[in-house]
């Protein structure tokens, strides 16, 4: 997929893997939409690409606001690649993870469970039908190719730890939809594909612990190489997807082999 005088999109922006996939999308020629809810962030990285790519706030629990993300892209030239990296807020009153009943015989709220799947699957899925139905606009490019779209799964989509059965259920959800959409989008020449990352030191860490804290905790875990994935590992994997025409209807693990 060629992005020269193209546009992208990708929601989570100005996050650990979104800002390293819009410095690659970037890199490959495209004016990137960065759409997030971190003001800040998201208004200095489109100030240090300096190529037209701007930062847009976006509610990703809102159509609307996804919508407009959407057309801004658009604006900016022909949508080839939406990537999906975004996280979302806790359900209200929700303390971390949660086991389905915990130790003292309680079931975790039905809301908390429906809101995870919500941030997580429920959101992909509007970001990637609306950019579907941008990219199915454009003109397409060779062999038939209008544009691609990644999602982001998780290794707790294939084996979820005790507490995650929301974030497993959401992000199994991601895995299961991405060969049926790519059937579905693929008589308009649109790609979709997902990614299924494992431990990675995105700033999810920042405000708890050190970077060296974090790998000190985390690496052992990761068979090879043992240390947490770089969310540019992530952002490479990603721009390659992009580029390969081939690549459809899968989830790649990106894990240094962990399991659990």
């Known amino acids: 997929m060629d992005l020269t005088n193209a546009s992208a999109l990708v929601t989570g922006g100005a996050g650990g893997f979104g800002q390293a996939t819009v410095r690659r999308l970037a890199q490959a020629g495209a004016k990137v939409v960065i759409a997030d809810i971190h003001d800040e962030r998201g208004q200095a990285l489109a100030k240090e690409l300096g190529n037209g790519s701007v930062y847009v706030r976006t509610d990703i629990m809102d159509e609307n606001s996804i919508a407009n993300a959407v057309q801004t892209a658009v604006g900016l030239g022909p949508l080839r690649a939406a990537v999906v990296v975004h996280g979302g807020p806790p359900a209200p009153g929700a303390t971390g993870a949660a086991r389905t009943v915990n130790r003292e ?32 606009k454009n003109e397409p490019l060779d062999s038939n190719q209008r544009g691609v779209i990644i999602n982001t799964a998780s290794i707790a989509g294939f084996e979820g730890q005790p507490g995650q059965s929301g974030y497993s259920a959401a992000k199994g959800g991601i895995i299961g939809m991405t060969l049926t959409v790519a059937r579905d989008l693929a008589p308009l020449g649109i790609r979709v594909m997902a990614i299924a990352p494992g431990t990675f030191l995105t700033l999810a860490y920042s405000g708890r612990m050190t970077d060296e804290q974090a790998q000190a905790h985390w690496g052992p875990s990761v068979p090879n190489p043992k240390r947490m994935g770089d969310p540019d590992e992530y952002a490479r994997l990603a721009a390659h997807i992009v580029d390969n025409d081939f690549l459809n209807g899968t989830t790649f693990r990106l894990d240094g082999a962990q399991r659990f």
């Open 105 to 136: 015989g309680q079931r975790i709220p039905l809301a908390h469970f429906a809101h995870t799947v919500n941030v997580y699957l429920v959101t992909a899925f509007a970001v990637t039908s609306q950019a579907a139905e941008a990219m199915a």
